[in-house]
């Protein structure tokens, strides 16, 4: 074995059963990885600087080929079912002893990195790679030890990501050829089959959803945050298509991060060193941040160009609409560094209902949140997905069900009990229709939305007059700065009041069916928090 970098083999490699490689290059630089890449054909550079790379057969996660070691560690403590699929620890031991041979005459890639900004309840590990824009995009995305770090640095977690691995899943246990298995007790990930970089990302990030809130009481959240120049911290739950990114994206705040973070009893820190921002349909104008940061390190996935150039056409989705890129966090001026900030004060949840139900802008109490924050709630629209025709509900538990090791009710009770003591506003925010569903009423123009979130932050509603929603029970603000009070009332806003009534209704009906399966674990302050299914009379 041929080792590149300062590490003895034994706290290397052999550390992780890899006895044998041709050549192993540990923690390369971004221009050291650019040239490997593009030698080794996994990419080519556009004229951004950026380097483009495409991800094969899979252009996003595939949760039903993900599993995790069903242990004596695991048995009692995870949710297992359709999200966490449960995997034999021999056949765990099995698919890494033939992932190790499959190493045996291949060039890997090494890095060691953090998860966690927050020095007490970092994750140190350690990623093998055997393509290097993979290594790259962790890099990226997770957080770089200094260079004096390096020497001594000893992982606690693994990953070994091979894609050109494919599994049998007659003898391998797996659904089929791709896999990302995750084991707790030996504190490795596996991943083969499957050349998208995301699986890494949110494996760590399932881990840090295990350890944080299991082991360590703290909340793990797949939001984004922001802090004001008074130090005022908010964060920012939100399915694909609310506008987390956009509305946590503000010139006036500094960045935390934009995907995932940890809150303590000192305050929130990003798990990341990085961003993945979707990038389809992209321009300057839209997104400046975001596009300023595609440039030399950077890395898009999927992407194509306009013709006879090297300049990317973010409007072709012939691969994807999935196209993204991966940067350091840095790339954003105005990023908080280290990513830490101090307690929120202001929570929201974002949801686009298109059915034009919830109100722009509603007060939770506790119960409420813990409700709404176990629903997970957007809406999807026509022409999003084919077959849609009309909106669809859409509920993922903690706005990040795919990620949860552990039962909703968990990062609920948390998230309420910080809630309570630290006196935390939490705010429901529709970015969806107004004055009727889709195709009838009108999106809720993002001027409002923003006037609505900053007058929220200053402190603007404290003393306004609320009132409660009929059904959902949420507490309105009659009045708003910026905003016209015709608009802060949605059955108002309907031409047909009756109409609403019944669609208000609906919706209710949708989320007291979609949290029956949470209802046995949930507590009685939860459960008030849930809308009150009856037909609502002019």
């Not at 999927?302 to 409007?315: E, G, M, Q, W």
């Not at 997970?376 to 538990?397: H, L, N, R």
Request: net charge negative; aromatic share 10%.
């Amino acid at each position: 074995m041929q080792e590149i970098g300062k590490k003895s083999l034994a706290s290397g490699l052999e550390a992780l059963g890899i006895q044998k490689v041709a050549t192993a290059y540990w923690n390369l630089s971004p221009a050291e990885l650019v040239e490997h890449a593009l030698a080794n054909k996994e990419g080519v550079l556009t004229d951004t600087g950026a380097l483009m790379c495409d991800t094969g057969k899979f252009t996003g996660r595939s949760p039903k080929d993900k599993f995790t070691v069903l242990d004596e560690k695991t048995k009692d403590s995870v949710w297992w079912g359709d999200i966490n699929q449960p995997f034999e620890p021999a056949k765990f031991d099995a698919l890494h002893a033939k992932m190790v041979a499959f190493l045996a005459d291949k060039t890997v890639y090494v890095r060691d990195a953090y998860a966690g900004a927050d020095p007490d309840y970092q994750l140190k590990l350690r990623v093998v790679n055997t393509q290097a824009w993979h290594n790259m995009f962790c890099n990226n995305l997770f957080l770089r030890p200094k260079q004096e770090e390096l020497s001594s640095f000893v992982p606690n977690f693994t990953i070994i990501n091979i894609p050109e691995f494919q599994a049998d899943p007659a003898v391998d246990g797996t659904r089929q050829a791709n896999f990302a298995v995750i084991n707790f007790t030996k504190k490795m990930i596996l991943i083969g089959g499957t050349g998208y970089a995301g699986e890494m990302k949110k494996g760590i990030f399932t881990v840090l959803n295990y350890i944080l809130p299991h082991e360590r009481n703290t909340l793990s959240m797949h939001c984004s945050a922001n802090v004001g120049k008074e130090g005022d911290v908010a964060v920012f739950f939100g399915l694909s298509g609310t506008g987390k990114t956009t509305l946590s994206a503000d010139a006036n705040r500094g960045l935390i991060g934009d995907d995932e973070h940890g809150w303590t009893d000192k305050g929130v820190f990003n798990f990341e060193g990085g961003c993945y921002a979707k990038v389809i349909n992209i321009t300057h104008e839209s997104e400046p941040e975001i596009w300023d940061a595609i440039k030399f390190g950077s890395v898009l996935e999927n992407t194509r160009f306009i013709a006879d150039t090297r300049t990317p056409d973010y409007t072709n989705t012939s691969v994807t609409e999935n196209t993204r890129v991966g940067y350091p966090i840095n790339f954003i001026a105005n990023a908080v560094e280290p990513s830490m900030a101090g307690t929120p004060k202001n929570i929201f949840f974002l949801t686009a209902d298109a059915f034009g139900v919830l109100p722009p802008i509603s007060k939770l109490n506790t119960g409420q949140a813990m409700y709404h924050f176990i629903s997970g709630y957007t809406a999807k629209v026509a022409g999003t997905e084919m077959g849609v025709t009309e909106p669809q509900t859409t509920f993922s538990a903690c706005f990040g069900a795919a990620f949860l090791p552990l039962h909703p009710t968990k990062y609920a009770e948390l998230l309420g009990k910080k809630m309570n003591e630290n006196k935390v506003n939490v705010w429901l925010i529709n970015t969806g229709w107004t004055g009727g569903p889709y195709g009838v009423g009108s999106r809720m123009k993002l001027r409002y939305t923003r006037a609505m979130l900053t007058a929220a932050m200053e402190g603007k509603l404290d003393n306004v007059t609320f009132v409660n929603h009929p059904v959902f029970g949420v507490a309105v603000p009659q009045s708003c700065p910026d905003v016209p009070s015709e608009v802060l009332n949605p059955r108002d806003t309907w031409a047909d009041k009756t109409q609403y009534d019944l669609k208000a209704n609906e919706l209710a009906q949708a989320f007291v069916k979609n949290f029956q399966k949470y209802a046995d674990f949930a507590n009685e302050e939860i459960l008030a928090g849930a809308p009150k299914v009856a037909s609502q009379t002019n």
